[in-house]
């Protein structure tokens, strides 16, 4: 705004305004409202709106480096909120990148911590009615933690972090590891129905289905990593996660 009294700009509220600190909030607005910039823009016609705007470094680009700036954000707009005695009528929305973004990877994970032991419990119960073996049931559940702690791990040397695409990963990989360890189960206790021991079931369940299982989540991990012929960087980074995670949990369940 224009200070009425030098006639140069100077914000109208914080540090470095120029204004009188003895001058009341309302007319501070007043002055953002009827000023050039902030008619229909900063301060709403009737004056019981306005927009706060916070500059974020380009440079910080993933949810670690943002989610910090956000809550300082936040707490700095809560702490002025709070001098006014908590009143109901001054409250305060959060918008753009940072706050989405924050927004929608704490939800996304809410929701993961939610599904992820109902997907677990399903394919458990499923296990049992199929296989009726705890050790068929174990197997598979130990597969996919370790599957899934390998994947993070991948993604933690890579230097990266989750976003709002790769938070899904641990969902797709658990069927990728039941799906692989549910045709080498079966098999084996095919082959033992057979009349074979331990060793030769086991000898045949890797001839037969290994290389099928191979081709299979080599295919898929080929899928998965197609996407970085997209235009979004975030989609090179699920496809590529996401392809190193299915022939990690290959790896992991067949092993």
Do not use: C, K
């Amino acid at each position: 705004i224009i200070d009425p009294a030098t006639g140069a700009p100077t914000p109208a509220f914080g540090p470095r305004s120029t204004l009188p600190a003895s001058l009341p909030t309302g007319e501070r607005v007043g002055l953002a409202r009827d000023g050039g910039l902030g008619t229909q823009f900063l301060v709403s016609a009737d004056g019981r709106t306005m927009i706060v705007v916070g500059a974020l470094d380009p440079q910080l680009d993933s949810y670690e480096e943002v989610v910090g700036p956000a809550e300082r954000f936040r707490a700095v707009v809560d702490e002025r909120l709070a001098a006014h005695d908590g009143d109901p009528a001054v409250r305060a929305e959060y918008a753009g990148v940072a706050f989405t973004r924050v927004a929608a990877i704490d939800q996304m994970q809410s929701d993961l911590l939610a599904l992820a032991p109902v997907a677990t419990l399903i394919m458990a119960v499923l296990l049992a009615l199929f296989f009726r073996r705890p050790l068929a049931v174990l197997a598979p559940l130990v597969a996919i933690g370790l599957s899934l702690v390998a994947t993070a791990g991948v993604v933690g040397l890579a230097g990266d972090d989750l976003n709002q695409v790769t938070v899904i990963y641990p969902i797709l990989l658990m069927g990728v590891v039941v799906a692989s360890a549910t045709h080498l189960i079966d098999r084996y206790y095919r082959e033992r129905a057979a009349g074979r021991d331990p060793t030769e079931a086991t000898r045949v369940t890797i001839e037969r289905v290994l290389p099928g299982a191979f081709v299979a989540n080599v295919t898929t991990a080929i899928g998965f990593a197609s996407l970085v012929t997209g235009s979004m960087q975030i989609l090179h980074e699920f496809g590529l996660y996401l392809a190193a995670g299915v022939m990690l949990a290959w790896a992991v369940g067949t092993t």
